[in-house]
Structures are given as C-alpha cells and as structure tokens.
C-alpha cells in the first residue's frame, strides 16, 4: 500500500490502527519565496496578463495578476483554467505547497479569486427564477422508513462479487526538495484535496453499500493516530494457538516473517492467532490485514475485530490481490488495548487450503 499521508491497519503477518501527518508535510517558509516568484514571473513571457503583486504566507503562494475578464471567460471560462496552469509551470521549481492565482478588480480595487468573476455584470447571467410556479412534492415521512425497505428488497446487492480498484487522483507528490500538490488553489479549493473527500465520503460508500469491493490506491482513514502490530514483535502483540508454521513464499511484512495454519477437514477451527493494538486516543479507526496471497490460499479467511463496539467478523478472500493490506473495516476503539483475531474456519473443508 503506497501511503504517503496518514493511515490506520492492522495485519496477519501484520495488523494496523492508522494516523499522523509526516513531518514533511508541515513545511517552514522558504526564505524570500514571493520576492524569486516575482522576479520569475517578470522574466518570462506573459500571456496577456501583468503582475501586480505577489505574496506568501508561510509555503502559501498568492499571485495577484491585471487580467482582462474577457481573457478568463474565454471558451466557457477555461482562459481562467489555461491562466493557472500557465502561473503555476513557470513557478513550479520554488518550494511552495499551496499556490492561489487571483485577478484585480477594478471596481471594487482588491485582489479576488479568479472565480469571482464568472458573476461579472458584463457576463449573461440565467435568471433565478425559473422554477417559480412549479410545485414540489412533499415526502410521505409516515411511510419512509417502508418505501427504503421496498428500495431495499427490489435493487439487490447488484455489485456483490466485484471488486472495484479505485484513485481519487491527484495528491501529494514529492518534488525532490518538500511535498505539493499536484494543483494549485482554484476557484477557492484544492483539487487533490476535494477529490479525495468526495471519493472517501460518498463514492467509496455507495460502492460497498451495493455490494462492491474497494480496493483504494489511497488511505481513506482520517485519523491522525495509528497503531501496528506484527507477527515478529511476539508476545504480548502476537499470540497464538494450534499449529502455525513459518511461510517459505517469500518476506512477509516488512521483509519480515509470516505464518500460515492449514484448514482442518472438519471445517471447524483449529488453530488461532491474535494481535493486541494499543488505540492511542478514542476514536474510529480504520483496519487492515496485511495479507500474502497465493492458489492455495483460503477463500474465506475469518478475522474477528473486537473493538468499542462489541466484536464484528470481516470474512477475507486470500487467495486475490497482491501482497499489500486487506480493508477490513472502520469501527469505534476505546483508548488503550483492542484486539484482532483470525482462524483456520471454512466453510468448504474438502481442499486444506493456508490461512496466513
């Protein structure tokens, strides 16, 4: 799992509770950061605009432009578009993390956003009333709660069994020298940040909700604590009972070691192991298992998370994906110990297959 921001897991041959920003993302001031980016954009062509001002705040860059609002209205209000990236290429090589391209406004003689001009009086704006007269229906709150089960029983699952690999996107990149993003501030946010919240808080949902699989390319868990324990670190972290062997496959997490138990031909389990988390403050957290797939891994891997709320079994298929974390959950955690076990149950004992 490639995570550059913070995260929460926990695994088999490791398991994990995430959080914390790297140090390398809070950022000093770089000495005279708006003093280079002026002198930059004053010795290099312009493309129909002047600099009024340059500021910088921290490793906050505001650019202050005169530009025609014709220019910015251009094809739809992509000459506002074209405009930032062409700012942004020509100051890419000082160490900012945060970058805003602002126009002059005449009127009222300040800086503003480039956005604020897509309601300039000489741009045709629709008028507001165009729903005026036209009735809305009022819910049936008595009977709400009936038509969502209705909902529910006639659109099944109809993702159940996919799995869907999904990226929000742009994000923090390492220039080499500090982290950025990969856009600047427009029309009064960041790209690589609003991406990643809708994807986290509503397309991630609805997906799982109807049945699917996520596997993110990002940490989705905001947290900013975390916490890891792992086979190798033993006793009292790693416990375990039946028969566990060493995998020979390759290194588990870490480059260290991982274990495997066999199913028994029962079905029933015979072997268990458990990893003990220290939760560092109360809060939701987000858990993983870090999984080494392989053919004759078992299909229905069953990890139990005992966590503020009572205990919730994840059932994991190990015999897919590559050697990385396995989601297994968001749940509530108590500050102090919480716990993650996994088994050797099936439910198909007619092939001994590994749990790892």
Known sequence: MNCRWHRTLICVGALVLIGAIPSALVAQSPPGLHAA??????TTPRD???????????????????????????????????????????????????????AWDEESGVC???SD??????VAVPPQDLMAGIPLSVPDLESAGTNTQVAADAYPLSLAGKTVYLSAG????????????????????I????????????????????GATVVYARERDWSLARAI??????SPTFTKSGWWVPGISGPGYGGGSYLYALTDASGAPTAQATWSLSAPVQGRYAVYAWVYPGDNRVRDAHYTVNHAGGATEVIIDQSVHPRTWRYL????????????????RTADPSIARAVI
């Open 37 to 42: 980016a002026a002198a930059l954009l004053s």
């Open 48 to 102: 129909g605009y002047s600099i009024r001002d340059v500021a910088s705040e921290g490793d906050a860059l505001t650019v202050c432009l005169s530009v025609p609002v014709e220019a910015l209205s251009a094809d739809n209000w992509m000459g506002a578009e074209r405009l930032v990236d062409a700012v942004r290429a020509r100051l890419l090589a000082l160490p900012w993390q945060s970058l805003s391209v602002q």
């Open 112 to 114: 503003k956003p480039l």
């Open 117 to 122: 001009f897509a309601l300039h009086p000489d």
């Open 170 to 189: 742009h994000g923090w990149y390492w220039t080499g020298s500090s982290w950025r993003t990969q856009r600047p501030v427009y029309q009064g946010f």
């Open 191 to 210: 790209e690589d940040h609003n991406n990643a919240e809708v994807v986290t808080q509503y397309l991630i949902p609805y997906l799982e909700n109807a």
């Open 229 to 234: 324990a792992d086979n190798d670190m033993g």
């Open 329 to 344: 959950g968001t749940f509530p955690f108590f500050a102090g110990t919480a716990s993650v076990t996994v088994d050797n």
